[in-house]
């Protein structure tokens, strides 16, 4: 039903800023049912940011205060800005709706 495209992965610089999108198509969602998760080579998916009912973000604490997870409900997406961006930030980084998941995208950190 619900497909989950991932977009704006990529090379960036320790200290440097990436801007992650997720749109949804074949249905509405709801941004309580996305979240953003994570996972580096070798190592398990990891938890990054998510949405309460009240449409709040709730963040990894190896994220909180550089990354800001926002909502468009309109355009059916929604968003990761990453910034101060760290080597171990590094990873493919996937959009999560209810139990689905998108292909995700890579991003790199590196100097």
């Known amino acids: 039903q619900v497909q989950l495209v991932e977009s704006g992965g990529g090379l960036v610089h320790p200290g440097g800023s990436l801007r992650l999108s997720c749109t949804a198509s074949?249905?509405?969602?709801?941004?309580?049912?996305m979240a953003w998760y994570r996972q580096a080579p070798g190592k398990e998916r990891e938890f990054v940011a998510s949405?309460?009912?009240?449409?709040?973000?709730n963040y990894a604490d190896s994220v909180k205060g550089r990354f800001i997870a926002s909502t468009d409900n309109a355009k059916n997406t929604i968003y990761l800005q990453m910034n101060e961006m760290k080597a171990e930030d590094t990873g493919v980084y996937y959009c999560?709706?209810?139990?689905?998941w998108g292909q995700g995208t890579q991003v790199t950190v590196s100097s």
């Open positions: 999560k709706h209810l139990w689905n």
């Open positions: 074949g249905g509405v969602v709801r941004a309580n049912d």
């Open positions: 949405f309460t009912i009240a449409g709040n973000p």
